[in-house]
Structure formats: C-alpha cells, structure tokens
C-alpha cells in the first residue's frame, strides 16, 4: 500500500527543531519571528490567507533558476546540503570506517566529471548489448524483468504487506511502462499538455542517438515506441481510480494472470528477480493493463520492443551519465515539464542520489547531534496530545453511530507513533559501492535494495522499519501499519532555535500541518478502508459510510473549484484524502492549543494573537511558490493540492478561522454554513 505523504516530494531536512513548550526565550527576540516577517500586510486575510501569511517572504525571495518551486523545504534542504558536502568531502580525504568508505566512493564518482564525460555511454554497454542480444518475445520479457529493477520498463513489480493481511508480504504488480509521467500526458489537449507531447518524440531520439544509434532510425525508432507507450497509457488508470484500494486490490494465482496475459511467462519473470519460489499467488492493481500489456508483446514488432528498452535504459541512466546525455534529459524532463531554468550543479545531484541510495546511513550521523532523545520525547507528547482531540470529535459526532464509533476510537487508539529516527538502523555493509562509473554505483544500490525487499518475502512483517530517513521534510501514514511515520527533519524551522518558538507556532505548524494531518489519514476517503490491524476490511455501518461520502463530495465539490494555473482545475476526487488530511490537521492542532496556557494567557508575540500565530503557524508549512509548469504537472500527477489551496481550502472550512479574522459573507474565503466541509 502506498504510504499517504505530506507533500508531493521528500525534502531530506536537520538544524534546529521546534518545542513543544514555550521556552524563556520568545519568539521575535534575537531574530526577525518569521510568522510577522514572511506576511504581505497589504493583503485581506479574508480574501487570501496564504498569499497575506506568504506573500511578504514570495515577494523578497524569487525562485532561483535551478529550481522549479521555492520554499521552505528547500531552505530546510540548503542547510542539509552544506553539511552532507563537508560529511562527502571529509570522507574522500580521509576514509574511515565502511560506512565512510562507501560515502567516499559514492561520492567521487559521482564528481569526476571528467571521468563521466570520457565514458560517455560505457557504462550502460552491458545493457544496450544484452538488449541487441535478443531474438524473440521470450528474451525480451526474461530481459525487461532484469532491467526493470533500475528502469520503468514495462510494468511496476513491487514488495509490500498484503492490503488484506498486514501480517504478510506479498508480491504486487501494477500498471508502469510509461516515459511520461503518467495517462493523462498522451490524451489531454490542453495546450501546455500537447506542446510537452509534442516535443516528447524528439527527445526520445535525441537520447536513441547518445547509444549510436543514426538520427533517421531514431526518429523512426521514436514514433513506434510513442505509440506504444500510448497503447499503454490507453489501459492505463487515471490518478484518481488509484486511490481505490478495492478496485486495485486483485489477488489472483499465478496461473491466473498468466491468463489474462498470457504471451508473457510471469513465472519465469519473477524468476529473474529472485521472487518466484514466493509467488504463487500476487495481487494485480490493474488486470486490464497486463491484458493489453501481453497483447502488445505479441502484435508490436520485436524492433520497436527493443528500441523501447533502450530508450527505458538511456531514460533511467542519464542522470548518472555525461553532461551531455544528463543535459539532453534535464531539457526534457527539468525544463519542459517542470520549468526549472537551469540544472542544479552537479554537488547536489550527487547527494540527492546518496540520499537515495543509503540514506538511513547519513542519518545515523545526524539524530547523534541534531535530534536528541529530549527532543524526541517533545514530539511524542505532541502526538498524544493531537490523538486526544481526535479521540473527543469522534465522541462527539452527531453523524456517526455508536457501533462505527467505537472501531473508530478503537482503531485511533491502536495507531503507532514513530517520532524522529528508529530505533533498529539497516545495515548497508553489503552495497557493493565501490571504486566504479557512477552510474554502477547507483545501480548497485539499487539492486541491494531489489535483494532487501525479495528478503521480506515468507517472513514476519517488520513493523519497526522506516521508509523514510530521519532527516527527511516529510512523513507519512502508513494503513498497512496503522501507523503515522515523524522523520525529525519535518518539525525543522530553518534558523531558528527550539527555544524560539511559542506554542501557537508549533501547535499550528507540527500540530497541525504534520501530526493531525498524518493521523487524520487513518480516517480519511482510502485509509478509513483499513482497520485497526491495518487490513483492508469494512469496518463501517453501510448508513455510517453513506454519511461520511456525502460529506467527502462537499469537499471533491470545493476543490475541483478552484482554478490552479491556464484553465487547469485541482482535481477533487483526486486529492480527497490530502484535502480531508489537512481539514483535519487544522482542527485537531486547534482542539490541542486552545488547552495550552499561551492560548489561555492570550498575550500577543510580534503584534499577534495566539489564535492569529496558531493559523500563521500552518500556513508556515506551505510556505512556497512555484512555476506554472510544475504547476501544471502537479495538477495531473499528484494527489496533494498546491501550497496555496491546502491553506485557503480548509481554512475555509474552518469556523474558528472565521472568528479569529472575522469573516463575513461577500470575502472571498467565505463559504456559507452550509457549504463548509464536516467529516470529523
């Protein structure tokens, strides 16, 4: 199951944490308080919260060429980045430990750009020869199982608990095979969608040619796989049909699907990953792609299969490649479709591939210094405190029966906090990093991770894992677990001291934004599918669940209103579960704050309120802007709403904002009583 994230990317973050309780040292002394400084006074609140909380901080701090959006994450990652240089750079002079020693290697060969310029293509000879090698169907499924481990070839395999039985491992298949970024690219019209299809054809062959191969045969060789990626996409399912876990939850045996989609021996695939002594049974997301999938080996010409794997192996090396193949790629994939103006040098690229690659191992070196046990604890009180408050607003639901209320308060009870890093470390002794291209290394370890998922596999599930790393800005529920996942990077406020910070800015910005959100996510359109045990099991009166999906459509109603970039609309059905996520957040962190004596003192930090800070405090974890092109992107791909609409969308909703800011009908963030949302 996938996990429900707190933004649409992982910001890895560290420096200073937030606290709980409000220290000697108040806000806005020492130091600008970023809740006063980053607003633009020039604004209503009324009209727009976010670009009035924002819009001071927008103004002053433009989005640098490199990037596609600008925010608070990314001031959180510029503090990470120096730090991990100076780890990197410390550990090439002088190696220590075999930790140290993989770190230096990953590192160096990610830097010698001379050495990257000089192989140009060498080091994906292997797999661009293995791929001239094949002869027939057979070969090229044995082959695309093999490559699929580091590329998008195909299909998407994967390990993780069994929706139905938390207490298993299972292997899953879902729909995949796609150079663009999801169905959508190769049907919609609008104008920013057609122009980025387009130019998608002479991308592919200008990559075709980086392997050799002539400029009219890749031309040629681009228009076929095109239309195979778009026989693809066509039985490929939209954003918000993934968000079903039933209908994506297709167990079948083996023999099964090689019924379904039978030109391709599924066996012996997942023979080629280690996985098949474990798959007797697997759980298909989308039966209707693998039909398609097998017709297409059959009916496409075993040329345009082949050239499509090049393209598939070119497409998922370029970045640990020349500048010249890793530019080509950017210009497609950072330029187009994203709008950043520039690559991002060539430091930081290799550490976001570290990171990637064993970043639990950076993060053992970070909690020592950065996120005590002290601290550690801070956050876990915070988490009760926001548990209470959801326990009380079920208790109190007018709407829901008291049978459903009592699994509810019973599957609330049993969610698992993890706060700031784990308790047990993976062992990364094993990733053969080493001495060899960049490109190796990174495959490498992306085969060590393939070999520790196949492990999992007719063993216990481990519930103490993270799949995060504890310097991330980000978290996650997961349903499987039940549990709410708190890396230490996500209570960071970038230059400030925990000391620093008053309650009404922490209730509001690790309360809410992360806390209330995460946990609101074990009740939200998907997770609320799950039970306390994390299985996908009906849990709810059939009345009980007809009420809450009457009050979910409000919101799919409420946000597929609002207009994000060109004519391109939020999709409501889509992000429901992110929307009910941060509705929820907000209430439970405002519940949590009114008990704390800063709300009862009621005495103003910086010219503000406590309950003016509090609502300040959330939108501080939105701070951000971004390019209408990853706007655009976004709105097709990504279930969370923009930055901008997850602080006006539910603010919306909220009737303590109304009194705070004093609201009235005719502001433009007005809703009429009975048009706000209420679930929980």
Known sequence: MKKYLLAGLSFPAMAFFLACNQGDKKAGEGTPDPLAAHRDTTVDPRQDFFDYANGGWIKANPIPAEYSSWGIGNLVKEELYNRLRTINEKAAENPGDAISKKIAAFWQSGMDSAKLNADGIKPIMPQLQAIDAVTNVQELAALSSKLSVFTGVMCGVYIGQDAKNSEAMAVSFWQGGLGLPNRDYYFNTDERTAKIRAAYPGHISKMLQFTGMPAAQADAA?????????????????????????????????????KIAGNIDWKGFLEQQGISKFADTVIVGQPEFYTTLSNAIKSQ????????????????????????????????????????????????????????????????????????????????????????????????????????????????SKITKKVGYPDKWKDFSAMDIKAQSYFEN???????????????????????????????????????????????????????????LDDALVYGYAGASTIGHEITHGFDDEGRQFDADGNLKSWWSKEDEEKFNKRAAVMVQ???????????????????????ADLGGILLGWDAFRKTEQFKKNEKIAGLSPSERYF?????????????????????????????????????????FYDVYGLKPGDKMYRPDSLRVRIW
């Open 301 to 412: 010409k075993l040329d345009t299969w082949k050239n499509y794997l090049r393209w598939q192996v070119i497409n998922a090396a370029a970045p640990y490649l020349s500048d010249s193949i890793s530019g080509a790629d950017f210009a497609f994939y950072g330029k187009l479709l994203r709008g950043q103006e520039k690559q991002q040098v060539r430091w930081k690229r290799v550490l976001d591939a570290e990171e990637g690659a064993m970043g639990e191992a950076l993060g053992q070196l970070f909690v020592k210094e950065y996120f005590n046990a002290t601290a550690k604890k801070r956050y876990e009180n915070l988490v009760e405190d926001i548990r209470g408050a959801l326990k009380t607003r079920i208790e109190q639901l007018t709407w829901m029966s008291d049978s459903t209320k009592q699994k509810a308060l019973y599957k609330l």
């Open 616 to 656: 300040l405090g959330y939108s501080l974890g939105w701070l951000s802007h971004t390019k209408k092109e990853e706007l655009a992107r976004r709105v097709l791909t990504d279930v969370h709403s923009p930055a901008k609409f997850r602080v006006n969308g539910p603010f919306s909703d909220v009737d303590a």
């Open 222 to 258: 681009a228009t076929d796989i095109v239309a195979l990626e778009t026989l693809l996409a066509k039985s490929s399912r939209k954003l918000e049909a993934l968000r079903d876990p039933n209908a994506n939850y297709n167990k079948m045996p083996i023999a099964q699907l090689n």
């Open 442 to 500: 990174n495959l490498r370890a992306m085969e060590w991770w393939h070999k520790y998922q196949v492990a999992k596999l007719g063993k216990p599930v481990d519930r103490t894992e993270w799949d995060m790393t504890p310097q991330t800005y980000n978290a996650y529920y997961n349903p499987s677990n039940n549990e709410i996942v708190l890396p230490a990077g996500i209570f960071t406020v970038p230059g400030k001291r925990d000391e620093e």
């Open 558 to 580: 409420q946000f597929n209103e609002y207009v994000v970039v060109d004519s391109l609309r939020i999709n409501g059905k889509a992000t429901l579960g992110e929307n009910i």
